[in-house]
């Protein structure tokens, strides 16, 4: 193997990292947890960005931007190679809490829910499901402060309706997002009280509780699945999947020799359009990217000509060609689990890559010795998209797409193959760092 990732060992860590990020907040804090373990060191956007080369990374909300510049500055120069950038997504499709979510009905409290992104809804009923997300509080002197809560408990479940009452459902279940899939969570003469229960979840009177971020996370644990175990059933593998290999991938390439300044950006927002102060189509990479080139002792000039030798790899899932739908499939781009990451192309910009971006993630895994396939939809099939069209627009910078294979996309509970993060990782390490 020409690469350092052990298969066994990658798995286990995706699993663990899915696990323990039920939301954008908690995967950022997640991967800050393994980024500081390796001797990043945290930024905050308000101070002034470190000249001194370094590796930092910096968290807005839910997305988080990592880099180093020990290779591209050790000639204290701006960089004149400019930056290899991984990109990923922290979001996934859930349902999420309203702001006055507590109803009473036919005896049971239920909790309304806003869809977020486009899941797969009937994955989502009849599962135990928890909550998490983020809390704002009230401070001392008119500040804000926020508060992170993850409650692995079941407290809820979306219950789907008896055969015996609608005897059709086999024949294509119709699920009305505002009927149909309010969860409950308790039973009672009054509704329940969400204010009271996150006030419990983060120890602040819930007078102090000025507004939140909740969604709802299914608690069965993630693990290993088929008859060599050689599969992982989990839920957000779209796309905490590549967020994990790019942490991983980034923590490896800083141990090399660095011609580049590496870049990981996790973007939250990309299930619903990545407008927003976060997502991929807002300043955080070139902010950062310019940042990066001007605390170095760089011109603005600097960084439009670092950003002319940048190659931008987006990582995001890709379709698995599933055994009982093989027709809905492109017949010769066929694409298998465990193996090897999958290089993303559409004509009409769907997914960013053209042949060049193509050409960087070749050599990437050729250079870390894992196969590669080629994905592309059935021409009379619409085409799914990431952020890397917005990020190659917003830089200029050449910009491949590519992901890891999975099946049931944006079901609550996805399945990979166990072997693909630590062939993932070791692409997208390559990929940061590659060799003259
Ligand atoms: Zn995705």
């Known amino acids: 193997m020409a690469h350092p990732f052990d298969p066994d060992t990658e798995a286990q860590g995706l699993i663990d990292f899915v696990d323990s990020s039920p939301t954008p907040f908690h995967a950022c804090v997640r991967a800050a947890a393994l980024l500081s373990e390796a001797g990043l060191t945290e930024v905050d956007e308000s101070d002034a960005f470190p000249t001194e080369p370094g590796a930092h990374f910096l968290i807005r909300g839910g997305s988080l931007i990592a880099w180093d510049t020990r290779g591209a500055y050790a000639a204290g120069s701006a960089p004149a190679a400019g930056f290899r950038v991984v990109g990923a997504h922290t979001d996934s499709p859930n349902l999420r809490i309203k702001p006055n979510p507590d109803r009473l009905k036919a005896g049971w409290q239920t909790l309304g829910v806003e869809v977020y992104g486009g899941p797969l809804l009937n994955s989502w009923l009849d599962r135990d499901l928890g909550l998490a997300g983020r809390v704002a509080v009230r401070g001392g002197a008119g500040r804000v402060e926020s508060r992170l809560f993850h409650d692995t408990a079941p407290l809820l479940r979306v219950a789907q309706l008896a055969i015996h009452l609608d005897r059709e459902q086999n024949e294509g279940l119709t699920l009305n997002r505002q009927q149909h899939l309010e969860p409950l969570w308790g039973l009672g003469d009054s509704p329940g009280d969400v204010r009271g229960y996150l006030s419990e979840q983060i120890r602040v009177p819930a007078a102090d509780i000025l507004g939140w971020d909740v969604m709802t996370h299914p608690v069965e644990p993630s693990r290993r699945l088929g008859r060599r175990s050689e599969l992982i059933a989990a839920p957000r593998l779209d796309n905490l999947a590549t967020s994990y290999a790019g942490v991983r991938a980034f923590v490896e390439a800083t141990r090399s020799e660095l011609r580049h300044v590496p870049v990981l950006v996790l973007f939250d927002h990309e299930e619903v359009g990545s407008t927003s102060e976060r997502g991929a189509m807002s300043t955080l990479l070139p902010s950062v990217l310019e940042r990066i080139v001007l605390a170095g002792g760089g011109t603005r000039d600097d960084y439009w000509r670092a950003l002319s030798s940048t190659v931008i790899a987006s990582g995001d899932m890709a379709h698995a060609t599933h055994p ?39 050599l990437a895994c050729e250079q870390a010795g894992v196969p590669m396939q080629s994905f592309v939809v059935r021409t009379d099939l619409p085409s799914g998209s990431t952020v890397g069209p917005m ?8 910009t491949v797409d590519f992901g890891a294979p999975v099946l049931s996309m944006h079901s609550a509970r996805e399945l990979c193959g166990a072997e693909d993060p630590a062939m993932y990782a070791a692409a997208l390490s390559a990929f940061l760092a590659p060799l003259p």
């Open 324 to 362: 009982n739908y093989a027709d809905r499939h492109e017949p010769l781009h066929h694409i298998a689990v465990n193996a090897g990451p999958v290089l993303k192309v559409n004509a009409n910009l769907r997914y960013a890559t053209d042949s060049l971006g193509a050409a960087a993630f070749q």
């Open 391 to 398: 990020t190659s627009a917003l830089t200029g910078a050449t």
